[in-house]
């Protein structure tokens, strides 16, 4: 994994624009390895790895036996990405990791938040489409699909098999559409992303882990608000608006200063 640190939001626009067709994950605090929801879930509180498998298989179990009486079509419980993503979307610890296709968006939920240094990764999805891991020649995009009937419990739930794929489910909800998403699906749940793309061909190229200093927090911020890239725009619901509003704490505008007021954009 290839390391980079950029001084000011300039330079991440430029070195995001080099890095054309990646997807993009941010993380709010550099020094957070790039492990699943429920890889550290499982970790902190499940320390014996050879039950991961049935647990993991019992959870989703669950949600599909329940989540019917919530949803319009409960038909979207039947594909196992789907039912990932859906579970993913509502809090549950789930073996995906969200990535965007936009390095804007990424940079904005790296940033939010953030209160020391926060990270970037990028990674090289159209690099991905073609790769295996080395020896495995049939273990590449196609092959591995877990949106495939049988592929999920066959390939991942084991958590034996060092790879990695990437792509959306057949239907995208709302939230994955605005954030311009895409899903990563690890075969193992105990190492982090970098660990298991060493597995692969020039796995040096395949990631890149991008610093941002918190120095750059302000102007970054501001500039993502100029986009139009807020919480209320990438969860389109009322809890994203809702969320919005930290940010709208932090913005000031012309004549307000000293007036004791700080009127609508």
């Given at each position: 994994m290839e390391e980079i640190t950029v001084a000011t939001w300039n330079e991440f626009v430029a070195l995001g624009a080099q890095l054309d067709g990646w997807a993009f994950r941010g993380q709010q605090d550099a020094r957070w390895p790039l492990l699943t929801s429920l890889s550290r879930y499982l970790e902190a509180y499940v320390p014996d790895q050879s039950s991961w498998r049935l647990r993991e298989e019992r959870a989703i179990r669950i949600f599909r036996r329940k989540a019917h009486n919530?949803?319009?079509?409960?038909?979207?419980?039947?594909?196992?990405?789907?039912?990932?993503?859906?579970?993913?979307?509502?809090?549950?610890?789930?073996?995906?990791?969200?990535?965007?296709k936009s390095p804007f968006v990424a940079a904005f939920f790296a940033l939010e938040r953030a209160t020391s240094n926060a990270a970037v990764y990028a990674l090289d999805t159209p690099r991905l489409w073609s790769a295996a891991p080395r020896g495995q020649p049939a273990m590449d995009r196609n092959g591995i699909d877990p949106r495939l009937s049988g592929n999920f419990a066959r390939?991942?739930?084991?958590?034996?098999?060092?790879?990695?794929?990437?792509?959306?489910?057949?239907?995208?909800?709302?939230r994955l559409v605005a954030q311009s998403g895409t899903l990563v699906v690890p075969g193992m749940l105990d190492k982090p992303l970098d660990e298991i793309l060493r597995h692969y061909a020039d796995s040096g190229t395949l990631l890149k882990k991008i610093a941002l200093p918190i120095g750059m927090r302000e102007e970054a911020m501001k500039a993502l608000y100029r986009m139009n890239i807020t919480s209320a725009t990438l969860f389109p619901d009322l809890?994203?608006?809702?969320?919005?509003?930290?940010?709208?704490?932090?913005?000031?505008?012309?004549?307000?200063?000293?007036?004791?007021t700080y009127g609508d954009p």
């Open positions: 919530y949803l319009d079509n409960p038909a979207v419980l039947d594909n196992t990405l789907r039912c990932l993503a859906l579970m993913q979307h509502h809090g549950a610890p789930t073996r995906l990791l969200d990535f965007t390939l991942f739930l084991p958590n034996t098999n060092a790879i990695i794929w990437t792509g959306e489910p057949t239907e995208m909800d709302r809890d994203g608006l809702a969320k919005s509003i930290g940010m709208e704490l932090e913005m000031e505008w012309p004549g307000t200063k000293g007036s004791g």
